[in-house]
């Protein structure tokens, strides 16, 4: 996409923006940082998801939640975050939790050393099991704003997860499509940071719907940049 892209910004720091106030810098691993408040947030890693469809008889190859946990673990260290927020969807299924002894555990245990977490529980994980790291909470609340899994229509600003947001543009290169943060002043739409999820394109009906006003926009995710997108120029799908 670089280089091809008509009428978007290219930001190779990551780009900002305010929801309702809060300063928000979007990252293109997939996650956001308050930088007042030194938070990382992330949502839906769907952790074990191969284990998951392994228990009915469909096999993947294993290694879903290493490399989402590396990314992760990479995202830290880059921005030095004193707090880590996930929201919601964290785990594939709540039965299904990483073993202590596994690589990937190990990770979330050094993860653990270096940040605060703060679990928010999704429909795929209602209950964190006792041991991971942190406190398990329904949301959370930083000023005006709530942190929680999915969108709700009670005229809170939120920054959420949930429907894992995808876009689509036009480029002297044909179509693109990639994974995007979609903002406007009063709502922050997070993308599945796992590496094993699933997108729902931004101009399909449950993203669409949520009323986004003049002034939204889509943040494209590229390996090394972030591309911002007037929400009116994206291609619809089709």
């Known amino acids: 996409m670089r280089g091809a892209v008509a ?10 923006c305010r929801i309702a106030g809060l300063r928000v810098t979007l990252d293109c691993s997939g996650a956001a940082f308050l930088p007042e408040e030194r938070m990382l947030l992330v949502a839906d890693l769907h952790l074990e998801k191969s284990a998951a469809f392994a228990r009915f008889g469909q096999m993947l190859p294993p290694y879903d939640s290493l490399a989402t946990l590396q990314r992760l673990e990479a995202a830290v260290h880059r921005l030095q975050p004193e707090s880590l927020v996930l929201l919601g969807d964290s785990l594939h299924r709540a039965d299904l939790g990483l073993e202590a002894g596994s690589t990937a555990g190990m990770i979330l245990a050094r993860l653990a050393e270096q940040v605060r977490f703060t679990w928010i529980t999704g429909n795929h994980d209602p209950h964190h099991p006792a041991d991971l790291p942190g406190e398990s909470v329904a949301h959370l609340d930083l000023g005006g704003v ?10 809170r600003p939120e920054i959420v997860g949930h429907l894992h947001p995808a876009a689509r543009l036009v480029t002297r290169a044909g179509m693109q499509r990639r ?12 993308p599945a940071f796992g590496c094993l999820t699933g997108a729902l394109d931004v101009t399909d009906r449950p993203i669409r719907d949520l009323g986004w006003g003049k002034e939204a926009r889509a943040y494209l995710l590229a390996r090394e940049a972030i591309h911002a997108v007037p929400f009116h120029a994206l291609a619809v799908r089709r």
């Open 7 to 16: 009428g978007a910004e290219m930001e190779r720091a990551g780009p900002e």
């Open 146 to 155: 709530r942190l929680r899994h999915a969108p709700e229509a009670d005229g």
């Open 179 to 190: 994974r995007c943060f979609l903002a406007s002043g009063e709502r922050l739409l997070m």
